[in-house]
């Protein structure tokens, strides 16, 4: 049987065994499920390691590639699960273009492709079965509008993510909107890609604080981006000169704000993302409907209202979700019908 056969005959199993279990409301049919990482940062594996932890409890098979930050090696990846015959993939695609091609080889191979995440160029917008991702512009507006509210005129050092994924230009694109906005009449001085790693935050910051440009503000586009930022001004002995904040809503982070360190984040955490994407999975294999694309739930936290945050130790996420305290209920998300469009930052 072909793979494409093969794929259309699950489908129409899953179809049956979805009527024959609709009572439980759990798929019945085990799935071989290939989920192909960018890389090796933290908010990946996590993402990885809760779709995971969910979907062998459901009963499927997950095996993790590793595409190491490559875009060739994230089409082999692709390659080599459609050609292992796997049901299922689910992709967190490091760079947009590649992200679209592995789409259009999993299409022309019949294989239901899932991304989560990063989204495919727009040009790709329209292949994958499904997608769950941030909202990235509406993350950067946010922190935006909150840095110019409350520090006018101050000037901004941003620490960005992996250009060509289109993650960092979207966030970047709402900051401006958002600073913009507010009426801060804030400047952006610095802008340079920390890689989303520690050590990427650490140069970078170490270079902004060895330039000749005054800033007071600091934004890093994750917590471990920031990890590093806060080393740097504590190596250089600035700790507690600038105003700090981030994106992602890591448990350190809230540490941080607790301690006065940092003063905000949005948060959008990789295990209810991961959570959206699996019930988006469960729900195709039983041949029930499903939002194509929805955004992350990512608010922004403060201080004042660390007690709402949503986990991302997988254990706590769990207990949360059984106890039924957080809002992952993915039929219950807004569907969204189109993409933003952004241009690659060198």
């Known amino acids: 049987m072909t793979i494409k056969s093969k794929t259309n005959a699950l489908k129409m199993g899953a ?33 990885a390691d809760m779709f995971t932890v969910l979907a062998e409890a459901a009963g499927h ?35 947009a273009e590649s992200g679209t091609q592995a789409a259009e080889r999993a299409a022309e191979a019949g294989i239901p492709i899932f991304f989560v995440a990063a989204l495919p160029s727009p040009a ?11 909202d990235w512009i509406g993350m950067g507006h ?13 000037n901004i050092a941003l620490i960005e993510g992996v250009y060509g994924q289109g993650i960092a230009e979207m966030i970047h694109q709402g900051f401006e909107e958002g600073v913009a906005e507010s009426g801060g009449d804030n400047t952006i001085v ?8 520690r050590n990427g935050g650490l140069e970078v910051t170490q270079d902004y604080l060895a330039s000749d440009q005054e800033f007071s503000v600091i934004y890093a586009m994750n917590e471990e981006m920031m990890a590093g930022a806060i080393q740097a001004l504590d190596e250089a002995g600035r700790s507690g000169e600038m105003s700090l904040y981030s994106s992602n809503g890591k448990e350190i982070g809230w540490e941080w704000m607790e301690e006065g360190i940092m003063l905000g984040t949005v948060a959008n ?14 729900r195709f294999i039983a041949g029930e409907e499903f939002p194509r694309h929805v955004y992350n739930v990512q608010p922004m936290l403060t ?28 039929m219950s998300q807004t569907e969204i019908t189109s993409m933003a469009t952004w241009s690659p930052s060198n």
């Open 15 to 47: 179809i049956t065994a979805a009527i024959l279990s609709a009572a439980s409301g759990h798929a019945v049919l085990a799935e071989d499920i290939g989920f192909v990482l960018a890389g090796p940062d933290i908010y990946y594996r996590t993402e």
């Open 269 to 282: 955490p990789p295990t209810l993302e991961a959570d959206l994407v699996f019930q988006m999975v469960e």
């Open 190 to 197: 610095l802008e340079s890609s920390g890689g989303w790693s």
């Open 303 to 330: 201080a004042e209202n660390i007690d709402t945050a949503v986990p991302w130790d997988i254990d706590n996420y769990i207990a949360k979700r059984d106890a039924g305290e957080l809002d992952n209920d993915l």
């Open 124 to 134: 790709g917008y329209d292949i994958p079965t499904g997608m769950v991702s941030g």
């Open 61 to 95: 098979d997950v095996t993790v590639a590793n595409s190491e930050y490559s875009p060739s090696k994230e089409l082999a990846n692709v390659e080599d699960f459609i050609a292992r015959g796997v049901d299922i993939i689910v992709l967190l695609s490091g760079n």
């Open 142 to 154: 946010t922190i935006g509008t909150q840095i110019g509210a409350a520090h006018p005129g101050e």
